[in-house]
């Protein structure tokens, strides 16, 4: 893995000529306490020891067996705009729970076969393992528990994923499709335009894919994900619908999990709750109705053929689940 101190976190996948190279920051005593990995990044690098000392691996070296010193107690996967973030900032404010929120270099490591065509399966469960035991090193004595928010389009390449971390519990997060369908259109993220994920991903040739308008790219990168929580949800998975948060993270996440707290370390939680999961100063307010209202023509139409099917069927197996 690495000889680093703790302190020191691999940050991305550098891809030059001699080869791909693990660019690594040192933390100092910061925790991964933002809504996402990649602002506690930016602020550990506006540090200037950062600044003035670079370091850096060969990728290889993630492929040594390597145990982590945190236990990955969960896998957090989603259908994009659902509330994962918000369940990871619940996570993240107790000092035991490290959180990677969508964290870049296991994302790197997930399409390094754009890269590496080479690339064996067993080589990237082993960039995987290494990756997260790199991420997931005890920085602070309290810590004890590893959880990754993974981004949504990974839950296709949830085969890989399992072989690496074959008993840890997750949960996928979902959410009346309408509603994302028009949150994305309003800022689409990468996976969600043509060229962002692999076409061989979602079943398309790259003609079909420059053919489709980015509303329908988008359907089906999310009909390709919700079909993905139906058919892998038995193998350690439970459904969470949008509507239930946050009460369902203390009901149903948590006890997925494995965890139990008390009253203490509940009460910060719910205080976390009560704000916007990506603007934390900022109260939360039920935007559902706005964003089904903001949807136009072909959203409704696509939402109505491809994604209510599939949202309908979640729902009939998130009802058939056990109680926590």
Wanted: aromatic share 8%.
């Amino acid at each position: 893995m690495s000889a680093f101190a703790p302190a020191w976190a691999p940050t991305q996948i550098r891809w030059t000529p001699s080869g791909p190279l693990v660019d690594w920051c040192h933390l100092g005593d910061l925790r991964f306490a933002e809504p996402f990995f990649e602002q506690t990044i930016e602020r550990a690098m506006a540090h200037p020891f950062n600044l003035l000392f670079r370091r850096a691996t060969p990728l290889s070296a993630m492929l040594a067996p390597a145990e982590p010193e945190l236990r990955p107690a969960g896998l957090i996967f989603h259908m994009s705009r659902c509330g994962s973030t918000l369940v990871s900032r619940m996570l993240a404010v107790s000092p035991e729970n490290v959180v990677l929120s969508e964290p870049g270099p296991l994302d790197q490591i997930l399409r390094a076969r754009t890269r590496l065509p080479g690339l064996t399966d067993a080589q990237l469960v082993a960039l995987l393992r290494g990756m997260t035991a790199a991420l997931g090193r005890r920085r602070h004595p309290e810590e004890r528990a590893l959880f990754i928010k993974v981004e949504g389009w990974h839950l296709l390449q949830f085969p890989l994923i399992r072989r690496a971390f074959p008993d840890v519990p997750w949960i996928f997060l979902y959410r009346d499709p309408l509603e994302v369908m028009a949150s994305i259109a309003l800022v689409r993220p990468r996976q969600m335009m043509p060229g962002g994920i692999d076409d061989a991903l979602l079943d398309l040739d790259p003609a079909r894919t420059l053919a489709m308008t980015p509303n329908a790219f988008t359907a089906r990168v999310l009909e390709r994900i919700c079909e993905a929580a139906l058919a892998h949800a038995a193998d350690g998975g439970r459904l969470i619908e949008y509507r239930r948060l946050p009460d369902a993270v203390f009901s149903e996440a948590f006890a997925h999990f494995g965890l139990r707290y008390g009253a203490d370390a509940l009460a910060p939680m719910r205080e976390v709750a009560r704000f916007d999961a990506k603007r934390p100063g900022v109260l939360h307010a039920d935007d559902s109705e706005q964003r089904r209202r903001a949807a136009d023509a072909e959203t409704r139409d696509l939402t109505a053929t491809l994604l209510a099917p599939l949202y309908a069927r979640l729902e009939t197996l998130r009802h058939a689940q056990p109680n926590a």
